[in-house]
């Protein structure tokens, strides 16, 4: 059994949940950016090959964007699994994507009144 302290969890279990949400932030730029760079280079003259150099290189950067936030994950699948291998096993540190808090009733139909939790499907 590992002996960590529950600060110690609750620390580490918050650095992971602030670098999943920054990681999608920068990913969400960066899409919103490709689109601008999209809309303003359509009608602009710029030679087609050119511009398929951009794209394909942006591309290949949310390729390797999606791949850091797949190790990340899985460094934090490792951390979970020391956590329940510990001292400190019991502690609620919380899911790194708290998708009981994110999820929404957009698909529900528009007369139901209930909101539905990640936890009650």
């Not at 110690?8 to 949400?21: L, S």
């Not at 359509?42 to 394909?56: K, L």
């Not at 994950?73 to 979970?80: D, P, R, S």
């Amino acid at each position: 059994m590992y002996n960590l302290t529950e600060g110690a969890v609750q620390v580490v279990a918050e650095g992971t949940r602030e670098t999943i949400d920054q990681l999608d932030a920068g990913l969400e730029c960066g899409l919103r950016t490709m689109a601008d760079v999209i809309a303003g280079l359509r009608g602009s003259g710029v030679p087609a090959g050119r511009v398929q150099h951009v794209h394909d290189n942006m591309i290949a950067s949310f390729d390797s964007f999606r791949t850091m936030r797949r190790s990340f994950i899985k460094a934090v699948g490792h951390l979970q699994t020391i956590q329940q291998r510990s001292n400190q096993a019991e502690v609620a540190a919380g899911c790194p994507t708290p998708w009981h808090e994110l999820f929404t009733t957009a698909a529900l139909p528009d007369d139901s009144s209930e909101i539905m939790t990640a936890s009650a499907i």
